[in-house]
């Protein structure tokens, strides 16, 4: 074997010594997690734009189809960092089930929030529905006959009209929150930034971004369903 095979070799065994090992895997979840956060901040900060009316968020939503190449740049590296996401996330959960095949005789919380007890299951959950997000106003299956392509701010006030969905997002955007809450200050943890006196500040500012990307995503239904937006 040559040289640059034998050190081609060593790094791919690197790399994916790297990835088998929980630290490896909570690195790629705390990567992933940082992307798919910004995107959710970029995403609300776009669909906010309702509130300056149809023409601008039609403009907006506009504007990014007329760049299909950043447009399916994004998405191919969303898709990506969702699946790489979820493969951590459940190999550790299989993991950390392997070694404590034995359930506690008396389960306490021992100071976990309620956020983190149910990131595995809250995670699946979110997934559903961003395929219901996508059919119901990217690709308009959900919605139905109403839906009229390109027109976002129309989409979105009939989609939300229709109250069993507006309170499907609501929920769902809780969860979310919920999700975030937790994922945004363990991210830190996972690549090694944690200290006594810094981490309950990372936690602070986490449930304000939560709070904030909650807030800020909910206005939009609830305004539509009080006449507010219509």
């Given at each position: 074997m040559s040289t640059a095979s034998a050190a081609l070799t060593g790094k791919t065994s690197s790399r994916i010594g790297f990835w088998e090992s929980t630290v490896g895997k909570k690195a790629v979840m705390a990567v992933t997690g940082a992307i798919l956060f910004l995107f959710v901040v970029g995403h609300m900060i776009g669909n906010l734009q309702i509130y300056l009316g149809a023409e601008k968020l039609d403009h907006y939503a506009q504007t990014l189809r007329s760049i299909p190449s950043l447009l399916w740049g994004v998405r191919l590296v969303l898709l990506v960092s969702v699946i790489l996401h979820i493969i951590a996330a459940t190999q550790l959960g299989l993991r950390a089930r392997r070694a404590r095949p034995r359930a506690y005789v008396k389960w306490t919380?021992?100071?976990?929030?309620?956020?983190?007890?149910?990131?595995?299951?809250?995670?699946?959950?979110?997934?559903?529905?961003?395929?219901?997000?996508?059919?119901?106003?990217?690709?308009?299956?959900?919605?139905?006959?109403?839906?009229?392509?390109?027109?976002?701010?129309?989409?979105?006030?009939?989609?939300?009209?229709?109250?069993?969905?507006?309170?499907?997002?609501?929920?769902?955007?809780?969860?979310l929150g919920s999700h975030l809450y937790h994922g945004v200050w363990s991210m830190f943890q996972s690549v090694g930034i944690s200290h006594p006196r810094y981490t309950p500040l990372l936690k602070k500012l986490a449930a304000i971004a939560a709070a904030a990307l909650v807030i800020g995503n909910i206005s939009i239904p609830v305004s539509v369903m009080l006449g507010i937006l219509k």
């Open positions: 919380s021992a100071g976990t929030t309620y956020a983190s007890r149910t990131m595995y299951w809250s995670g699946p959950i979110l997934l559903a529905f961003i395929i219901y997000h996508i059919l119901h106003f990217t690709t308009g299956q959900a919605l139905g006959p109403e839906f009229r392509e390109g027109e976002v701010y129309h989409n979105v006030i009939v989609g939300f009209s229709f109250v069993p969905a507006s309170i499907v997002y609501i929920i769902a955007m809780l969860m």
